[in-house]
């Protein structure tokens, strides 16, 4: 039984309780985060929590909770949860409307919730231990133009994440109508060529990763691996030596096979276990 956080209040799962009416459940009208914490440290808690700020303010959900409650929140649920390997789930939507009308409710407060869910502790990285690495399927990105916005409507990720699964993939990586490259359905994506790596630039196509953004700071902090936020097209990415996708439960993952083809010599590459080790290294430090 797992301890979850609703509106002020701890409780066990089974008695957390929304209205039908909450827009977040009628129209997916909300933000969230996840969060990864390790045995109460977490990754990149900042900047999990800025970004979160930044999708309320863009989507004009106002909630006047400043850091340290959001941290010790995450403190609490953490600890309540055995304080293991956890995913913190922060969800906070517009709140309960007394009818189903599209246009903002006024006087509505928010509805915050939180909970815990248990993730795999992250191996150390070596190419003898990683596995096969993802196998992706390609297709167009449909959803829609503000995926900068970390919004609890899911729907379009979930379309293009389940087209990838029923294809017998891992995840789904997404381009445009000019055959760049944008994101996966639930991840980052970042491409190696001859010792470079890429990824597309930041703007409303893909969603402002966390591990993506650390990923970006400790590499060229550290200077030994060169990256490039840059246009990718579709035909680098099918070219690429090595493809990652990257989000705050998979850290790192290599992808050995993209529509059945191998990536590469379809085997995880050197590049990833430098740019692995390096994060591993460094990810408790933001």
């Known amino acids: 039984m797992s301890t979850v956080f609703l509106n002020g209040d701890y ?3 089974e008695e957390a309780k929304i209205s039908p009416l909450d827009r977040g459940f009628l129209f997916g009208d909300g933000i969230y985060e996840v969060i990864p914490s390790y045995f109460g440290k977490m ?3 900042q900047a999990h929590i800025d970004r979160m700020n930044d999708g309320l303010k863009a989507i004009g959900i106002e909630l006047n909770w400043d850091d340290s409650q959001w941290l010790a929140l995450c403190d609490k649920l953490s600890s309540s949860n055995g304080g293991g390997p956890l995913g913190l ?3 906070v939507s517009r709140g309960t409307d007394t009818k189903r009308f599209h246009a903002f409710p006024t006087n ?3 509805t915050v919730f939180a909970m815990a869910f248990e993730i795999p502790v992250p191996k150390t990285p070596c190419l003898d231990t990683v596995g096969n690495g993802y196998a992706l399927t390609s297709t167009e990105d449909l959803r829609w133009k503000r995926c900068h916005i970390k919004s609890t409507s899911l729907l379009g990720n979930v379309l293009h994440f389940q087209e990838g699964f029923d294809a017998g993939s891992q995840e789904t990586l997404l381009f445009n109508s000019k055959n760049e490259l944008t994101e996966a359905s639930a991840s980052n994506i970042f491409i190696v060529k001859d010792g470079i790596i890429a990824t597309p630039i930041q703007d409303n196509q893909i969603l402002p990763g966390v591990t993506r953004r650390l990923i970006i700071d400790i590499l060229t902090k550290d200077g030994t691996l060169t990256v490039q936020e840059r246009i990718v097209t579709l035909d680098e990415v099918r070219a690429a030596d090595e493809i ?9 993952a290599p992808v050995t096979k993209l529509d059945g083809v191998a990536v590469g010599t379809g085997k995880v590459g050197e590049i990833w276990l430098k740019a692995s080790t390096l994060y591993t290294e460094n990810k408790f430090s933001y």
Do not use: D, N
């Open 43 to 45: 990754v990149g808690f």
């Open 89 to 91: 789930y922060l969800h």
């Open 244 to 252: 990652w996708i990257t989000s705050s439960s998979k850290e790192i």
């Open 108 to 110: 509505v407060s928010p």
């Open 11 to 13: 409780m066990p799962i």
